[in-house]
């Protein structure tokens, strides 16, 4: 079924329902991570182009916002079959391109499916109110008010390379549900599998111009998408650097973003150390550390941080390493750039005295996991987000150590506390500066109806099959005057 969304292997864009090349002639190559073998070629958009998308899609919108919801809803739920129908096609064509193994990329799919299908039930759900004018004081009977929620308009949806199908469903199937159209910017490496999916809910059967994609580098044509007047809200997951640029860029369209993470475990000295270090090392490893969410540093109270080493140390030591097709937890790194600045992390912390326990082991952009003992402040590891396979272990002496450690980090998103003592737990998790706290948990994403969302450098604004109906929705009143 997605023979129409390439030819020669040259991936073309969807617009106004056909698959299409760029009138530029010009394309971009995407390489595997893994063997560096040239996958495929998309299409680099021209801001003419983009105009013209950007135009249909306006269009387009208008009328699909006249569709009543339960047939947006049955559209939907007939892509979600589409992709459970088709998973393991997709995952591979996911593994291949992003070097994610083959489970975690059927997982994806799958848990895209399920996505896609709660938010239509959601969405047909979403009801407006009536407010009578008495029930302010001073004011008398005779007006009410009419309250629902409308569509803002054209949405520009910007995913990830590490979920790139999953992160562009999650903003895609929101906006689709609330009646906007919406444009889709995947990126450069990951665009294949995004625009696979494009191509399940335009066999759906969605109408013409409702989802349209652009590709390109960001470089190139991302900030003239941001400032685009036809655009009327932003949904962007990437780093904070680039989702700062967009919030100062973006004037007044409304902007959700998901950004980074330094997401702490706080170990306390009751917890369940073993239990604890399964969830450390699947929370830190998993997809190489390519996850916002992932692990990023451990702050464990002195008197048990000499077991919990040791627990991590050996699970670490046991995590399968290799081909993203075979059952390994750590594959290569989506570039050499990426594997050369966890490079500069790892030689910053043995230079300022970091106990290296396991790893530092390098072939190419395949970082072998790592993890440190007795990091300090002054090393940048404490701080900085590897998006890698390192594990940094910082020692504390006390709790209020730990959550000043955590608060002084730029980024907000998640935190996890491990602990017996839920009134240590509930201390700690009300101190945190984060958007979410796991108790006795890895952190992460999901169950996707629960509120995703971070503070600082992590992210503006809620995310969750709900809050992102809400978020892409603005209310309107209509005032009877009787």
């Not at 998308?53 to 699909?64: H, P």
């Not at 451990?298 to 030591?317: C, N, P, Q, Y």
């Not at 017996?420 to 009300?430: G, L, V």
């Amino acid at each position: 079924m997605f023979e129409n969304i390439s030819s020669n292997g040259i991936y073309k864009n969807l617009f106004d329902g056909n698959w299409i090349e760029s009138k530029t002639k010009n394309t971009i190559e995407t390489h595997s991570p893994y063997d560096e073998s040239l996958i495929g070629k998309i299409q680099a958009v021209s801001k003419d182009e983009v105009d013209e998308i950007f135009k249909n899609s306006r269009a387009a919108q208008k009328k699909w916002s006249d569709t009543p919801i339960n047939e947006r809803a049955s559209i939907m739920r007939k892509a979600a079959d589409i992709l459970d129908d088709n998973a393991e096609y997709l995952a591979k064509v996911l593994s291949n391109e992003i070097a994610k193994d083959i489970n975690s990329a059927l997982s994806e799919v799958k848990r895209t499916a399920d996505f896609i299908r709660y938010t239509a039930n959601e969405g047909t759900h979403m009801e407006g109110e009536a407010i009578s004018s008495d029930n302010f004081p001073g004011s008398k009977k005779g007006k009410i008010s009419l309250v629902e929620r409308v569509p803002l308009g054209v949405v520009l949806a910007i995913s990830p390379f590490n979920y790139p199908v999953n992160l562009s469903a999650s903003k895609v199937a929101p906006a689709l549900i609330a009646g906007n159209s919406v444009v889709l910017k995947p990126p450069t490496v990951g665009a294949i599998s995004a625009l696979h999916l494009a191509e399940v809910f335009n066999a759906a059967g969605l109408p013409a111009g409702v989802l349209n994609t652009i590709t390109g580098r960001g470089s190139e044509i991302g900030d003239y998408l941001i400032t685009h007047e036809a655009v009327n809200l932003i949904n962007f997951t990437g780093s904070s650097a680039v989702g700062k640029h967009i919030s100062k860029i973006a004037g007044m369209i409304p902007v959700v973003l998901e950004l980074g993470g330094k997401d702490a475990a706080i170990v306390l000295e009751d917890a369940n150390l073993s239990a604890a270090a399964n969830s450390i090392v699947s929370g830190a490893y998993g997809y190489s550390g390519q996850r916002c969410t992932a692990v990023k540093r451990v702050l464990v109270m002195d008197s048990v941080a000499d077991k919990l080493v040791s627990l991590v140390k050996e699970k670490v030591k046991e995590l399968k390493v290799g081909k993203p097709s075979e059952n390994v937890t750590i594959t290569p790194l989506i570039d050499n750039k990426a594997a050369d600045y966890v490079q500069t992390l790892i030689d910053d912390a043995i230079n300022k005295g970091a106990t290296l326990v396991v790893g530092n082991k390098r072939e190419k952009n395949l970082i072998y996991p790592t993890l440190f003992d007795n990091v300090t402040e002054d090393m940048r590891i404490a701080w900085e987000e590897p998006f890698g396979p390192v594990l940094p272990i910082i020692r504390v002496k006390s709790i209020d150590e730990a959550i000043d450690l955590s608060n002084r980090s730029e980024y907000g998103l998640q935190a996890a506390v491990f602990t017996e003592n839920m009134h240590d737990a509930f201390y700690i998790a009300n101190k945190l500066e984060v958007g979410t706290v796991q108790v006795n948990n890895k952190p992460e994403r999901g169950p996707d109806h629960f509120p995703f969302l971070g503070t600082k450098s992590s992210g503006m604004g809620t995310q969750g099959v709900r809050y992102s109906i809400e978020a892409m929705t603005r209310h309107k009143s209509i005032v009877l005057n009787i």
